[in-house]
């Protein structure tokens, strides 16, 4: 007699039946791992991957215009990447990985990598183009009026904003008649049917431009002045505000010697391809030159230069001080305050807690404004409360203590904050246990509560010093890095490497972006190992007391 079992487990089955399986279907394991696309996920979908297509397809243009094929094969490659990983149900860590690290490249990595190789060039102000460009404009900028040019009535018009637009010459060619929109770019002619001209020759409307009228042109009229409209013949440029000539260059490039040789003085420059800068005989450089590579000599200047690396080491020796001073009173006050307010006898905390974080409520930037006119010397808040005749930012140890009183009122509060969370997360027990054996509080603080207090608060505390030590707002609001020595306009007495490195790059003295990135590559050097340092210290503190 034979027996027949049936159920869940068992691998015998009755004859006609289907097999029964252990577990979910298939399909249902297969909905459990990819849950199903609603049809607004997959509107969703379909219009960002329809807008990557899009932003990927105009970057595309410019790439090959400028021949860069590498630039365009990583666009195109990125591009087909994105469209595979979220048109596909599989790699479901990716989808959620891939934007942050393409937002990481774009906005951290590559501003890093590109100020990075600006340091090893020589660009700035006259070196900010090719050397193609850098003969157009000393021919352009070059250009007079002779005998018989020819005349144009001009109009001035924008593309754009009036007050702000790049500005265009609309000029009519007194012998055919023709209408032509001039900039640094050129001459390129409009279709007579898109455009207004009175009998005179003056545009008066345009297609696609904004006419000036006489006082929009007169407020932008040193623009107007500068502008050079490169021609066939030469250049234009205007005369006055209503006509425009076609003048010829003085100044010409000669392949052959390749230099650049005056026409009226016979004087000649010659390239010199190590600094992108056309010099003459007697040292004189022209102002428009070109970008080119120039190695180390931007860490050699700031190293050796003694106008920049006696400033340099002078400014990071305050750089450090005003970090340190800055990160350090702020922490012993804050952690002060929480300690105070920590107390099971203190009472009306609440109250406490909220008016001690309203310096970190003010927006800082205000703030900062506020304490510099109180700081004023004549009518400033501090010398009238305290009978004072300080002159705070016209010495320097008066306005380094008076920028280190602005930083300890503003990271205070953070500081509490920061610390009252961590006495809140040390048992209690602890300090009860030290007390039992008979330590004073003062004991007890210092064996138990603040080690267990840095061991929390130590990565904030490096945190607080790199931004300390950047801090551009800082100075900037308050002394703009002064006071500075007569003999030196370029550095002050407060400036930290953000500030001189900012001076540098943007001063009156002319942009010099090559340099400011060589200090900037320092400046991230310094911080890095100082937090690589404070790190490791950090870890083995945390071994020992874990």
């Excluded at 909220?354 to 703030?367: G, H, K, T």
């Excluded at 210290?537 to 945390?542: I, K």
């Amino acid at each position: 007699m034979s027996t027949s079992l049936s159920g869940p487990g068992s691998a015998m089955q009755a004859p006609g039946r289907e097999p029964i399986r252990s577990g979910l279907p298939r399909k249902s394991r297969n909905a459990r791992n990819h849950a199903p696309i609603t049809a607004t996920g997959l509107v969703v979908k379909v219009v960002l991957l329809g807008l990557v297509a899009g932003i990927a397809i105009w970057a595309a243009f410019p790439l090959i215009e400028a021949r860069m094929w590498v630039g365009l094969a990583i666009l195109a490659a990125t591009t087909a990447g994105l469209c595979y990983l979220y048109l596909t149900r599989r790699h479901i860590p990716a989808k959620y990985l891939v934007p942050g690290t393409l937002f990481l490249i774009a906005f951290q990595v590559f501003p890093v990598l590109y100020t990075a190789s600006t340091a090893f060039t020589n660009f700035g102000d006259g070196h900010r183009g090719s050397k193609d460009d850098a003969i157009v404009a000393i021919q352009s900028s070059s250009v007079k009026q002779v005998a018989g040019s020819t005349e144009y009535a001009l109009s001035i018009a924008t593309e754009g904003d009036p007050t702000t637009g790049p500005l265009v010459f609309l000029v009519t060619d007194p012998k055919t008649g023709a209408v032509s929109a001039g900039d640094g770019a050129g001459l390129r002619p409009l279709d007579a049917g898109s455009v207004t001209v009175t009998p005179g020759g003056k545009v008066t409307a345009a297609e696609g431009y904004t006419i000036l009228n006489f006082g929009q042109a007169s407020a932008r009229s040193p623009e107007i002045i500068n502008l050079v409209v490169p021609t066939p013949g030469g250049a234009l440029r205007s005369n006055g505000l209503s006509r425009a000539y076609e003048g010829k260059a003085i100044r010409a490039y000669d392949g052959g010697c390749d230099c650049i040789k005056d026409s009226e003085t016979g004087k000649t420059w010659t390239a010199d391809e190590a600094t992108g800068s056309f010099v003459a005989a007697d040292g004189e450089r022209l102002t428009q030159g070109w970008q080119v590579s120039v190695g180390l000599k931007n860490f050699n200047r700031v190293l050796t230069d003694p106008n920049i690396s006696g400033p340099f080491f002078g400014t990071l020796i305050w750089n450090f001080a005003f970090a340190i001073g800055s990160t350090g009173l702020t922490f012993l006050l804050g952690m002060a305050i929480a300690l105070a307010l920590h107390s099971p006898r203190m009472r009306g905390t609440n109250l406490y807690r909220v008016l001690l974080i309203l310096p970190y409520a003010m927006p800082s930037f205000a703030m900062l404004l506020v304490w510099r006119d109180m700081f004023n010397t004549d009518f400033g808040l501090v010398n009238n409360l305290f009978g004072l005749g300080v002159d705070w930012f016209g010495e320097t140890w008066s306005a380094r203590a008076a920028v280190l009183l602005v930083q300890l009122w503003l990271g205070y509060p953070y500081m509490f904050l920061v610390a009252t969370g961590a006495l809140q997360a040390i048992p209690r027990e602890l300090t009860e246990a030290t007390s039992v054996d008979g330590a004073s509080p003062w004991q007890s603080f210092r064996a138990v509560t603040l080690p267990l207090l840095l061991v929390a608060l130590s990565p904030l505390l490096i945190a607080s010093f790199a931004y300390n030590f950047n801090n551009i707002n800082a100075i900037w609001f308050t002394t703009e890095g002064g006071p500075f020595a007569a003999d030196n306009p370029t550095n002050g007495a407060t400036d930290l490497l953000i500030t001189y490195t900012y001076r540098l790059a943007f001063g009156a003295q002319g942009a010099e972006f090559g340099m400011a990135a060589a200090v900037s590559i320092f400046i991230f050097a310094i911080v890095a190992t100082v937090s690589a340092i404070s790190f490791r210290r950090t870890r083995q503190q945390e071994e020992v007391y874990s």
